[in-house]
């Protein structure tokens, strides 16, 4: 009898704890995915098997596409330089984040070209 009334109270309490840690947690994350989505730079997650995971309008619309479109297709840019290409690999490679000037080609053949970062995402273990 004890122990189901200590395994309620447990509960009860688990619950509201929940509630009141996870209220400032989410407010937190909807700011940040309104500054994400609103930023004037393009940010794009790409997943180890080379598909965009996550972009922001920004990122989209170097293509000239909508953000659904690119979501889930392999991330391969068309770079003119393959200079730029080598660099980018051997960074990635290291886990080293990149920065330079790329000159590249959309899909609809049109040229653009543009100040790039590429930074590498570790999860807590460190691991990309």
Partial sequence: MVSGVFIILIIIAVFFFSKTVSVPVQNTLITLNHAIDQAAEAIIIIGRDGNVQFANPAGAAIDERSVSD???????????????????????????????????????????????????????????
């Fill in 70 to 128: 690119i979501i889930g297709h392999p991330f391969k840019p068309k770079i003119a330089s393959s200079d730029s290409n080598l660099e980018i690999s051997k960074a990635m490679a290291q886990k080293m984040t990149w920065s330079g000037r790329i000159h590249g080609t959309r899909h609809d053949g049109s040229e653009y070209t543009m100040a790039l970062t590429l930074t590498p995402v570790r999860n807590p273990g460190d691991k990309l």
